[in-house]
Structure formats: structure tokens, C-alpha cells
């Protein structure tokens, strides 16, 4: 049973491009959340997807949206990008029965802005 | 002040110690309270999770909550090479939103 995985594995853009990072779900998972996480803090919630509707958001400007697909799988996008956007980006998915806290975590996806 | 603190460390310890690692938190209606441990390159991994004050056992890992002070710890026995890694506590804050909130890790260094 493959677990998360996500897409590509690292990315260098440049200031102003826009990026698109991808995820799949643990098999029978149907939630998926996305997180970002800079070097050396924790990560941080950026939105949840369910049904392929925005189900939450945290403290993430417009510039960072989000899809998931009727197969449960999900895209990130980010717009406009900034140095400060440089991070491992995380999804991770759930099961909508399961508890809230028992979510699994892909490797993440490196992103480097220059 | 943040909602979630950890001390970032790094932490190092020898081999077979006892590892305590700890965070506190100031919003009172937090609901689960979480253990991930994240290896170099990797996503984090749930070791443990727990809504309640006391303590919680699983093998070599005892997690401790203290709601009346707002913090958490976890416990590490016999600590080996491979529990090096950075230990990140979260906590689940569920009513009409969700949030997650995550400390910002300890680095843990367990010198054979």
C-alpha cells in the first residue's frame, strides 16, 4: 500500500513564477491538507480539501490555492511567487472517518526561489 | 507569543538515556495533543496522541500532558541511534474550524 506521495521531489523557480506541486493520497484517504514548512520551524497549516471543495484555511494569502481531483488527489499552486515561499511544502491526507489528528505525511516537495 | 513553544535545541544525548522533550501551549480549548517525529528529507511521522492529562505509554515513548499548565512532554527510554531526528509536538484545536498548530521542533542527537 503505497503511502503520500507527492511531486516533484525539489523545485528551483525564479521571483514571480508560479509553481504547481502535486500530491496522491493514502489509499482510502479522501481529505488532504497542505502544510508549509521553512527551514528550521514546524510546519504550517495552508489549507484542507474534501469533496474537492476548500474545506479550511489557515493564514495564507490568495497568492497559494489549491484542487483536488474527483480521485481524491490534490494540486497546490502558488502564485507570484516570493524568496520567502522558499520551503518543504507537506500534504498530507486523511480518511473522513478517522480522527482529525491521524493524518499521514508525504515526503514533501522542496521549493527554492531565487 | 505563539500559541505552541518548543525549545529547538539541538539536543544531544548518549545512547540509552532517558530523553525528555517538551512544549507549551496558551490556548485552553486545545482538544488532541500529538507527537510526530520527523527524519532529515522526510514528512513528519506520528509517534503518539493523547486528549487527555496524564500520561500515555507506547514501547519506549510516554507521552505527559499537563492541561492545568498547558504543557506536554515526551519521554524517550533507553534512547537509541536511530531516535535522532527532530521531535515535533502539534496540537489539535477542533470546533466550527480546524487547527492544527505545530511547535517548531527539537532536534534529537543520541550519540552511540
Known amino acids: 500500500d503505497a503511502g503520500v506521495t507527492q511531486s516533484p521531489t525539489h523545485l528551483i523557480k525564479t521571483r514571480g513564477q508560479q509553481v504547481t506541486l502535486r500530491c496522491s493520497p493514502k489509499s482510502g484517504h479522501d481529505t488532504v491538507s497542505w502544510y508549509q514548512q521553512a527551514l528550521g520551524q514546524g510546519p504550517q497549516f495552508i489549507f484542507q480539501?474534501?469533496?474537492?471543495?476548500?474545506?479550511q484555511r489557515g493564514n495564507f494569502p490568495d497568492r497559494f490555492s489549491g484542487h483536488q481531483f474527483p480521485n481524491y488527489s490534490s494540486e497546490l499552486n502558488v502564485n507570484a511567487l516570493l524568496l520567502g515561499d522558499s520551503a518543504l511544502y507537506l500534504c498530507a491526507s486523511s480518511p473522513t472517518t478517522g480522527p482529525d489528528y491521524e493524518q499521514y505525511f508525504g515526503p514533501g516537495t522542496r521549493l527554492t526561489v531565487t | 507569543q505563539k500559541e505552541v513553544e518548543q525549545d529547538p535545541g539541538p539536543l544531544s544525548v548518549p545512547e540509552g538515556a532517558i530523553v525528555s522533550l517538551n512544549c507549551t501551549y496558551s490556548?485552553?480549548?486545545?482538544?488532541?495533543f500529538m507527537w510526530y517525529r520527523q527524519y532529515s528529507r522526510k514528512g513528519p511521522e506520528l509517534l503518539m496522541y493523547?486528549?487527555?492529562?496524564g500520561n500515555k505509554e507506547d514501547g519506549r515513548f510516554t507521552a505527559q500532558v499537563d492541561k492545568s499548565s498547558k504543557y506536554i512532554s515526551l519521554f524517550i527510554r533507553d534512547s537509541q541511534p536511530s531516535d535522532s531526528a527532530t521531535y515535533l509536538c502539534a496540537i489539535l484545536f477542533v470546533d466550527s474550524s480546524y487547527k492544527l498548530i505545530f511547535g517548531s521542533g527539537t532536534r534529537l542527537l543520541v550519540r552511540p
Open positions: 490556548n485552553s480549548a486545545f482538544q488532541y
Open positions: 480539501y474534501y469533496e474537492e471543495e476548500e474545506r
Open positions: 493523547t486528549y487527555s492529562s
